[in-house]
């Protein structure tokens, strides 16, 4: 429980801070490009919430940490992609690409051990 306890605070913390950022997003965006954009970001950080949740499930703390990382990850991932197809600052879009090719092979990692110790519980 001691191992789970820490994962899971960062976790509710992470959901509580995504959700007071996105709280005034709508609020000044209001093309159809921006209006699509915001859907998507939204569908994208709901998906890796409840998948992010899900780890919590898990009485082994590194598994926990390994699948809420992962979904985390895909998260990011998923989140640059948008940034790349919407996005329009050079700075923000070289981030998004550094990000997706940092993020790949850590969750590469994360599964081949989840792979190896599936049967630690």
Do not use: C
């Not at 965006?29 to 949740?53: F, G, I, P, V, W």
């Not at 998260?75 to 790349?84: N, P, Q, R, T, V």
């Amino acid at each position: 429980m001691k191992k789970i306890l820490p994962i899971a605070t960062l976790i509710a913390a992470s959901v509580s801070l995504s959700a007071f950022a996105n709280s005034g997003h709508s609020m000044h965006m209001s093309s159809s490009t921006t209006n699509e954009m915001q859907k998507e970001l939204n569908q994208s950080m709901n998906k890796m919430h409840s998948d992010m949740a899900k780890s919590m499930n898990e009485q082994n703390a590194g598994v926990a940490f390994a699948q809420g990382m992962i979904a985390h990850h895909l998260g990011a991932i998923e989140m640059a992609k948008i940034e790349l197809k919407y996005g329009t600052d050079p700075e923000m879009k070289k981030l998004a690409e550094q990000i997706i090719n940092a993020q790949g092979p850590e969750i590469e990692q994360m599964q081949k051990w989840l792979e190896k110790n599936k049967d630690k519980k």
